[in-house]
């Protein structure tokens, strides 16, 4: 898969700081050009609460962190540059002067795109000597974690373009969807322009406030759409009869008078006071960070359930999230460990995050078995039960475990775990992991772990072949010298 190797970022405002996080959290070095004065803090405080986001969000091994270096110039932040980004205010005049200086200093086979809301690309790739690379890359805030990317290409933008800018977006987690037709405002605040204005009349209106309003879509339609979307959630609505059934039945209702779509609200100065008052009882006593580090959260939690649906398969962008993770897993540095040294094998150095603790700040108990369990898939990738091995239709799966916490991990504790083998044979895997406090290489918890070799689309436990067994051999045999770890056998309330 194409790979991005270095990302320009020309504007760090609340979208441009968000891309560079994308690329530098995909372990792609960033050179960003802004002239704000206080463009650092602000591009710093965006990344902070990205790397956040993503300690929650997954447990696959992120490349390391891309280098971010802020720039003098648009020409020496897109020097060396094979994606170039700009997001500077929405102003036609202002990003087609800008595309045309990244056009004239940039390589000429370097991807150009726009994160404009809704202008067309043939309009800012009117003075350029390269317009075939450039096109729309708009993106949704916030763009570190909101996986879509609209790519739409001018009348000068080649196909292979729009092709190579998906295949991109791909190995860093988003999906990019190519409109066949450019359109202003494309698709997305088309829709959301749609529901923006009525939502403006409601309010106009007093038929709700604005947090009755937001409830009515997060209670309700946005919870649909965040798994399926509209149309196929309206097949599902049309019953055994599907989408032909739903129109039959509800296609009369477009030509009643529900809408006030093709009317303007005048936003005088007394309905923009309203909107913000209520807007400001509704969510103002939280600052904009907490607010955002908190919509960061629920998006992650979303896409944690989402990712699990569809018998494990996941569903819109919990699969993505699924893929990217595979992504993550395939392309990750291969650790070369030595199978045979007879010491327990160090397998995850992690970080409890905000989103890991309770009430306390103290890492809540399914924290731990996801730790072990991240554990116990290290061991086994060791071994070559990797993700292609599972797909295969076999895999190793765990039929007990003993978890022992000795200790606290607390917020920002830094921890490693260690995997020692006590037996193995050719269906059977026993094993005993440890989580370490990072500082101190105090045990934290134990974990004692059963597993079984299986056929999965049989549902039955089966040998291992011998390219897995002959690794795990290796392993046991080594380990077979190191003493019974304390906690081996223990029995739950068992005493010291």
Not at 97 to 106: F, K, S
Not at 115 to 133: A, F, N, V, Y
């Amino acid at each position: 898969m194409t790979k991005i190797n270095k990302a320009a970022c020309i504007g760090g405002g609340v979208i441009g700081g968000a891309w560079a996080a994308r690329f530098l959290l995909g372990g792609i070095d960033v050179a960003m050009f802004d002239p704000h004065p206080e463009a650092e803090r602000i591009v710093g405080e965006v990344l902070a609460n990205a790397e956040r986001a993503y300690a929650m969000m997954t447990m696959a091994p992120l490349p390391p962190k891309g280098k971010l270096t802020f720039v003098r110039s648009i020409e020496e932040a897109v020097q060396g540059a094979d994606w170039i980004q700009e997001s500077v205010p929405e102003r036609v005049d202002l990003k087609r002067g800008v595309i045309t200086q990244i056009d004239a200093a940039a390589d000429p086979k370097a991807l150009i795109g726009s994160s404009t809301s809704g202008i067309l690309p043939t309009d800012l790739q009117r003075d350029m000597k390269h317009p075939e690379r450039m096109f729309v890359a708009h993106p949704y805030n916030p763009v570190y974690l909101l996986p879509l990317a609209e790519l739409v290409g001018g009348e000068k933008t080649s196909k292979e373009t729009l092709e190579e800018a998906k295949a991109k977006l791909a190995t860093v987690g988003m999906k990019g969807v190519i409109l066949k037709k450019e359109i202003e405002a494309f698709v997305g605040d088309r829709l959301l322009e749609a529901v923006w204005r009525e939502g403006l009349w409601l309010i106009k209106d007093d038929i709700c406030d604005t947090e009755t309003l937001d409830d009515v879509i997060r209670y309700s339609f946005g919870m649909r759409w965040a798994q399926m979307g509209m149309f196929e959630t309206y097949r599902i609505a049309g019953g055994e009869a599907g989408m032909r059934h739903f129109i039959a039945q509800f296609g009369p209702c477009l030509s009643w008078p529900w809408t006030k779509l093709m009317d303007v609200v005048d936003l005088t100065p007394e309905l923009v006071d309203k909107i913000a008052d209520q807007s400001d009882a509704q969510s103002g006593a939280r600052g904009i960070r907490e607010l955002e580090r908190i919509r960061d959260q629920n998006l992650v939690g979303i896409m944690h359930a989402l990712k699990g649906g569809d018998e494990g398969r996941g569903w819109g962008a919990g699969k993505l999230l699924a893929e990217f993770e595979d992504y993550l897993w395939a392309n990750a540095r291969k650790v070369d460990k030595d199978l045979g040294e007879a010491q327990p094998i160090r397998i995850i150095d992690t970080k409890v995050s905000a989103a890991w603790v309770d009430y306390n700040n103290h890492m809540t108990e399914h924290r731990y078995l996801q730790v072990f369990g991240d554990t116990s898939d290290g061991i086994l990738r060791l071994i070559g039960v990797d993700l292609d091995y599972v797909r295969d239709g076999h895999s190793y799966y765990t039929v007990e475990t003993h978890i022992r916490n000795l200790g606290e991990a607390k917020l920002g504790d830094a921890l490693y775990s260690t995997c020692q083998v006590l037996s193995s044979d050719e269906k059977r895997l026993h094993i005993f992991s440890t989580i370490y406090n990072k500082a101190t290489n105090e045990a934290v918890a134990t974990a004692e772990q059963m597993m079984l070799h299986v056929d999965s689309k049989a549902g039955k436990a089966v040998s291992a072949p011998e390219s897995v067994l002959s690794k795990l051999r290796a392993i046991t045999e080594a380990h077979a010298s190191l003493p019974k770890p304390e906690g081996v056998g223990r029995a739950v309330g068992q005493k010291r």
